[in-house]
């Protein structure tokens, strides 16, 4: 009876063990992700950061819209994310992936400072006993702005 508590115990302490390791896998993840957004949109504000201002400063809205493959482009020098025609994503060593996310929604507005929002949503695989269950979708959005000095 003692050896079936015990194995009891081990079992128990093992499935909150692996719980809160896949938890902070996944926020892991999630940061990470958040992180790369936001290099990217800073390096767009900074990379253009005198178009924009003089635009501003001459009373116009710098553009209709932002080129959206410039970001997609961003990450893949970057060399974090492949890209597959529908999502970009971060693969294993065995060719699966690790996470992947949609196709980045990058927004910005324009009231004395540049604000920039991207919005995607990135997907994680649960897995259990090396097949995958489901498919976590999280909603991320990302906001960076672009300080104007007089």
Do not use: W
């Not at 259990?128 to 976590?136: D, L």
């Amino acid at each position: 009876m003692l050896h079936v508590k015990t194995a009891v115990i081990v079992i128990i302490t093992a499935m909150v063990l692996s719980l809160v390791l896949t938890y902070a896998s996944i926020m892991t993840i999630i940061q990470n992700s958040k992180d790369n957004t936001e290099r990217v949109l800073t390096s767009f504000a900074v990379e253009n950061s005198t178009l924009i201002y003089n635009s501003i400063k001459n009373g116009n809205d710098f553009t209709a819209s932002l080129n959206a493959d410039y970001f997609i482009s961003k990450y893949l020098l970057d060399g974090t994310l492949d890209f597959d025609g529908t999502y970009l994503y971060n693969k294993t060593s065995n060719g699966g992936y690790v996470y992947r996310l949609t196709m980045p929604r990058t927004t910005f507005t324009i009231v004395n400072t540049l604000n920039l929002t991207c919005s995607y949503n990135l997907r994680i695989p649960l897995e259990f006993a090396g097949k995958r269950i489901t498919e976590m979708i999280i909603p991320i959005k990302v906001k960076t702005s672009f300080n104007l000095k007089n």
